[in-house]
């Protein structure tokens, strides 16, 4: 049950969230490649995907308080 309807600064703060999730998986990702080239690709998407979820995970909990 929602109390009152959406807003705009609540929707720009979750479009931050969203875009600040992508350009974390981004930079974790190609950290991990410039790290270690040897490293595969698929190794690589997964470790930043995780990093970018727990990341993204955390910013919502601290938006919705």
């Known amino acids: 049950n929602v109390a009152e309807p959406p807003s705009l600064p609540e929707l720009m703060r979750?479009?931050?969230v969203a875009w600040?999730?992508?350009a974390t998986n981004y930079v974790l990702y190609a950290s991990i490649l410039y790290a270690g080239p040897a490293t595969a690709?698929?190794?690589a998407l997964?470790?930043?995907s995780?990093?970018?979820?727990f990341d993204q995970?955390?910013?919502v909990?601290?938006?919705t308080q």
């Not at 995780?50 to 979820?53: H, I, P, Q, R, T």
Request: net charge positive; hydrophobic share 65%; no cysteine.
């Open 14 to 16: 979750y479009v931050a």
């Open 20 to 22: 600040s999730s992508i």
């Open 41 to 43: 690709p698929e190794a």
């Open 46 to 48: 997964i470790l930043a």
């Open 50 to 53: 995780l990093g970018a979820m």
């Open 57 to 59: 995970a955390l910013r």
């Open 61 to 63: 909990a601290r938006i």
